[in-house]
Nanobody, 128 residues
């Protein structure tokens, strides 16, 4: 069973940066497309970004384009979400999720129902 664990969240000032990690155990993460989602209090979970299994295809929500970057580290069996230029509206619990390239990019990458495997989330708070 693929298990995912997020880390790297915390409190940061507006304009600051954080790097979130999505680490896997049980299976090579390179076999999966990985999506990042976030959920703010009282709001629905929304797709932030997604990377395919090879790492050659990345997609981003308009709200984070140009500020967030996804990349893989196969040795560490981890996918990272580098977040720069953070804003108060980025405050949320961030989740990573995994499924096959076919499921994710054959469907709608930002739809939560596409993903079978989920982590527990890490809190990101952007505040002065």
């Amino acid at each position: 069973q693929l298990q995912l664990e997020e880390s790297g969240g915390g409190l940061v000032q507006p304009g600051g940066s954080l790097k979130l990690s999505c680490a896997a155990s049980g299976f090579p993460l390179d076999d999966y497309a990985i999506g990042w989602f976030r959920q703010a209090p009282g709001k629905e979970r929304e797709g932030v970004a997604c990377i395919n299994s090879s790492g050659h295809k990345r997609v981003y929500a308009d709200s984070v384009k140009g500020r967030f970057t996804l990349f893989r580290d196969s040795v560490q069996n981890t996918v990272y979400l580098q977040m720069n230029g953070l804003k108060a509206e980025d405050t949320a619990v961030y989740y990573c999720a995994a499924d096959s390239d076919l499921a994710v990019f054959g469907g709608t990458w930002y739809d939560t129902v596409v993903y079978e495997h989920w982590g527990q989330g890490t809190q990101v708070t952007v505040s002065s």
